[in-house]
């Protein structure tokens, strides 16, 4: 298996614009995570899936942000319309369940100018 | 409200000595503890694990221990070595049931000098 992949590695956009994040989690997997990281909060879990339904959305921090699983195979976070305090690295990560761990993608890192 | 909490931002310590690195939590209903590493430009990749039944858990060079009374865990590595150097993640789970749901610590970043 080729891990968890997302697309894309980096990504600079002008204040305003909407940004796509998208992660492809381990095929099996039944739980998909969206975390951002920031130094002043580590890794932050923004949204969670089981069997591509939302659980917890409570670290999603405005409207702005959302997130999709429309399958197993795929998830998206959209930032619409996106703003400088949005820049950081985002991270998506999938878990056959709990007290397995997760294994990460290499993140996307975006860049809100 | 930061649940699990990481207070030293950096370590730097010499090869072959060893590295502490420390971790502290408010909510006793954590039940499984797991510490992350990672590397620039890549993501967390698993390290070690340690379950609320146990005190210690042991890999190789990695030992990570658990004060439950004092809700606080710590990750030793012997000996240190500069491919060590990385930021270092702890997170907690088992408050919202069997989710897999996990709380991770702002990180530490160690390095490790020749």
């Known amino acids: 298996d080729a891990g968890v992949i997302q697309s894309p590695r980096h990504e600079v956009t002008e204040m305003g614009q909407e940004v796509t994040l998208r992660c492809k989690p381990i095929?099996?997997?039944?739980?998909l995570f969206w975390y951002r990281q920031t130094m002043m909060r580590g890794l932050e879990l923004l949204i969670y899936f089981n069997n591509n339904v939302p659980i917890d959305d409570s670290g999603m921090p405005e409207d702005r942000f959302s997130a999709k699983m429309p399958n197993a195979s795929f998830s998206t976070l959209k930032i619409q319309p996106s703003e400088p305090r949005d820049s950081a690295v985002y991270f998506c990560?999938?878990?056959?369940?709990?007290?397995?761990?997760?294994?990460f993608g290499s993140g996307t890192r975006l860049t809100v100018v | 409200d930061q649940q699990v909490k990481q207070n030293s931002p950096s370590l730097s310590v010499q090869e072959g000595r060893i590295s502490i690195l420390n971790c502290d939590y408010t909510n006793s209903m954590f039940d499984y503890f797991l510490w992350y590493k990672k590397y620039p430009a890549e993501g967390p990749t698993f390290l070690i694990s340690?379950?609320?039944?146990?005190d210690k858990n042991e890999d190789g060079r990695f030992t990570v221990f658990l004060n439950k009374s004092a809700k606080h865990l710590s990750l030793h590595i012997v000996p240190s070595q500069p491919g060590d150097s990385a930021v270092y993640f702890c997170a907690a789970s088992g408050v919202s049931g069997n989710t897999g749901k996990l709380i991770f610590g702002q990180g530490t970043t160690l390095q490790v000098k020749p």
């Open positions: 990560a999938s878990s056959p369940g709990a007290h397995y761990g997760y294994t």
């Open positions: 095929s099996g997997h039944d739980y």
């Open positions: 340690i379950s609320s039944i146990k």
